[in-house]
């Protein structure tokens, strides 16, 4: 999506934002039935605030408040990770 975004393709940095809303709602409904997960809930939720934030900004033809939005979304894979996913395999 930020490559997209840099290339200044909004059409293609669109459908990039709404498969990574969907992924997070996904995450968010996995987290919630989880039920230990609090701020994995909390941290899907806003990555997927964040998505359609993206995809307001690609509305109204707002490319750099886009980028903005994506680049937080980019942090927030990281902090959840951090917490729920052991980086060692
Ligand atoms: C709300 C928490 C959360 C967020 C946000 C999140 N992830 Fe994850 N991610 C996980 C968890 C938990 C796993 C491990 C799932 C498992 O092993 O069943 C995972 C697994 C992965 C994997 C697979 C890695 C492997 O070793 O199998 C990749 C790749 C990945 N995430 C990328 C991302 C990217 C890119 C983002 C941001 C766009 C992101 N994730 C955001 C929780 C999150």
């Keep these: 999506m930020q490559r ?3 290339r200044r393709d ?4 669109l459908s990039d934002a709404r498969e990574v809303g969907e ?5 968010q409904d996995y987290f ?3 039920g230990d997960a ?3 809930v909390k941290l ?6 964040l998505a359609d934030d993206v995809i307001k900004s690609l ?3 707002d490319l750099d408040t886009a980028s903005v939005s994506a ?3 980019a942090r927030g894979c990281r902090d959840c990770h951090v917490k729920y996913k052991p980086l060692d395999p």
Excluded: C, D, K, V
């Design 4 to 6: 997209n975004l840099a």
């Design 10 to 13: 909004s059409a293609a940095a």
């Design 23 to 27: 992924l997070y709602r996904l995450m």
């Design 32 to 34: 919630t039935q989880r």
């Design 38 to 40: 609090t701020e994995a």
């Design 44 to 49: 899907a939720s806003a990555g997927a605030a």
């Design 59 to 61: 509305r109204s033809n």
């Design 71 to 73: 680049i937080s979304i």
